[in-house]
Structures are given as structure tokens and as C-alpha cells.
């Protein structure tokens, strides 16, 4: 069964805002992953941040992680029209991967 | 990064006849594959977990009699429908680890199968 949940299922922004999803799971991980996925296309790795990490960067993205409310973000600065895609986060135990519902972001032009 | 691929990107067949879908990690050894399943607008529902030179373990749920796995190289995983039915209809994805300490897996493209 999925662990995580993620808000919100779908969001519709305009070029150049940012857009900021969230992610909350259930039990002890080793790290939190990132992933997006276009329509009908397997899964692209964005981000990786460990258990003892509780912020990441890397280009426009920025993910959190609150090991305490088990909880991570991730946050899309001055998002594209190329950034249309679901993104789903995915805890990692041990060698499994369990992935949350996905958001579906919309980036109008 | 590693990349992973996987064969074919789409498939179409008759129920009752069986489906293979190949999962190869290109440049790098796995002992492990995984193999995901996603129904429309739905996230990925881990099926099996693939073991190199043992064999697979199943989700709940999941029937290994329907859904057979074979991992008999360090780069090649076999998933194979059986006996295929339109609800078997989805898109099947598989990923690997680099077996590495830091679990980054990467994903092949998916299969997209539909069973008429």
C-alpha cells in the first residue's frame, strides 16, 4: 500500500510562479526522493535528500525534509510551461521504494 | 546517470496470450529490479521485487503464477503477463538500483500494454 500522501493532487499555476508541493508518509525512512513523470512516460529522478538532511538545492528545485512530522516539500521557483508533469515522492526503506499519489502540475503559459 | 531500459514501449495483444516485458540496466550491474505497475492517473503500486539468481519476491496481492519474473543476469529482468486480460490492461514500469549505498533508483521508459 502507499505511504505517502501528497497536496495537493493537482495545482495550476501561471508561468513564472512557484509552485510548492507537499509530501507526508508514515514510517522511518532512509531518504526521500523526487521523481516527475510525464503523461504517459517513465520517471525522471529530480532529487535525492538523506535522512539527516533537512534542505537541498539543486538548480530551480528546493525540497525540505521534517523528519519530525514526516513530512518533505518540494518547491518549483519560476516554474515553465515545460514543467507540466505529475511529481510524485518516494520514501525509501531499506531497498524499497514507496511512492506517494503524485501531484498533477500545471504550468499555464 | 544509469539508465535503464526497457522493452517494448508499448504493446498490444489478444486475451489469453502472454506478454514479456525485458528491463536491462545498460551500464551498470542490479542485482535487484523493480517492477511497478500505474493505472491512469494513479501513482506506482510496487508489484515484485526481482533478485538476481533467486526468486522474486511479490507484493500482497500480487500473483507470481500471473506475473512471472525473471532475473537470470546481473543486467536483464523479465517480467512476463500470462495469460493476459484487459483488466491486465496498465503501464508497467521497472527500475534498478545501482546497489549502491545511496538507493537512487533509475527507471526504464514503461510498457504500455493493452490487452483487447
Known amino acids: 500500500s502507499q505511504q505517502g500522501e501528497e497536496d495537493p493532487q493537482a495545482l495550476s499555476i501561471q508561468e513564472g510562479e512557484n509552485a510548492t508541493m507537499n509530501c507526508s508518509y508514515k514510517?522511518?525512512?532512509?531518504?526521500l526522493q523526487w521523481y516527475r513523470q510525464n503523461s504517459g512516460r517513465g520517471l525522471v529522478h529530480l532529487i535525492l535528500?538523506?535522512?539527516?538532511?533537512r534542505e537541498k538545492h539543486s538548480g530551480r528545485l528546493r525540497v525540505t525534509l521534517d523528519t519530525s512530522k514526516k513530512s518533505s516539500s518540494l518547491l518549483i521557483t519560476a516554474s515553465r510551461a515545460a514543467d507540466t508533469a505529475s511529481y510524485f515522492c518516494?520514501?525509501?526503506?531499506?531497498?524499497?521504494?514507496?511512492f506517494g499519489e503524485g501531484t498533477q502540475l500545471t504550468v499555464n503559459p | 546517470g544509469a539508465v535503464v531500459s526497457q522493452h517494448p514501449s508499448w504493446v498490444i495483444c489478444k486475451s489469453g496470450t502472454s506478454v514479456k516485458i525485458e528491463c536491462r540496466s545498460l551500464?551498470?550491474?542490479?542485482?535487484?529490479m523493480f517492477w511497478y505497475r500505474q493505472f491512469p492517473k494513479q501513482s506506482l503500486m510496487l508489484m515484485a521485487t526481482?533478485?538476481?539468481?533467486?526468486?522474486?519476491?511479490?507484493e500482497q496481492g500480487v500473483e507470481k503464477d500471473k506475473f512471472l519474473i525473471n532475473h537470470a543476469s546481473l543486467t536483464l529482468s523479465t517480467l512476463t503477463v500470462t495469460s493476459a486480460h484487459p483488466e491486465d490492461s496498465s503501464f508497467y514500469i521497472c527500475?534498478?538500483?545501482?546497489?549502491?549505498?545511496?538507493?537512487?533508483?533509475?527507471f526504464g521508459q514503461g510498457t504500455r500494454l493493452t490487452v483487447v
Open positions: 526481482s533478485n538476481e539468481g533467486s526468486k522474486a519476491t511479490y
Open positions: 535528500i538523506r535522512s539527516n538532511e
Open positions: 518516494a520514501t525509501t526503506s531499506g531497498s524499497r521504494l514507496t
Open positions: 514510517t522511518s525512512i532512509n531518504n
Open positions: 527500475s534498478a538500483d545501482e546497489d549502491s549505498l545511496v538507493a537512487e533508483a533509475f
Open positions: 551500464d551498470f550491474q542490479a542485482t535487484t
